[in-house]
């Protein structure tokens, strides 16, 4: 299973990006689709979450109303819409592939990870 994720940049506050996460390797509506984010210094943190089939999402207190995570079955994406960008939101963001929704907030429950995409908010 390998996983790409891309679309990280350099933006002023109050700006948006769109991370994309493309797997490949396994069926992927199968599985759910965690993004994760590590500040320096910080341990790493969970953000939000898709489920296979999109009908269920999950997003941490810090970004709800701000982000949203999305997915395509038929490209083998899935996406983290980020508006109104702070900041805070300074980090290297992750996806990573997760058998059970149970586990979503847990990243040692994730199988496999993408590389990460730095993503840099300016004040």
């Known amino acids: 299973v390998q996983l790409q994720a891309c679309g990280g940049g350099l933006v002023q506050a109050g700006g948006s990006l769109r991370l994309a996460c493309v797997v490949s390797?396994?069926?992927?509506?199968?599985?759910?689709i965690g993004w994760f984010r590590q500040a320096p210094g910080k341990e790493r943190e969970f953000v939000a979450a898709?489920?296979?089939?999109?009908?269920?999402?999950s997003y941490t207190d810090s970004v709800k109303g701000r982000f949203t995570t999305s997915r395509d079955n038929a490209k083998n994406t899935a996406y983290l819409q980020m508006n109104s960008l702070k900041p805070e939101d300074t980090a290297i963001y992750y996806c990573?592939?997760?058998?059970?929704?149970?586990?979503?907030?847990?990243?040692?429950?994730?199988?496999?990870w993408g590389q990460g995409t730095l993503v840099t908010v300016s004040s």
């Open positions: 898709i489920s296979g089939t999109a009908d269920s999402t």
């Open positions: 990573a592939v997760g058998q059970y929704w149970s586990h979503i907030y847990d990243s040692t429950s994730y199988n496999y």
């Open positions: 390797g396994r069926t992927f509506s199968y599985y759910s």
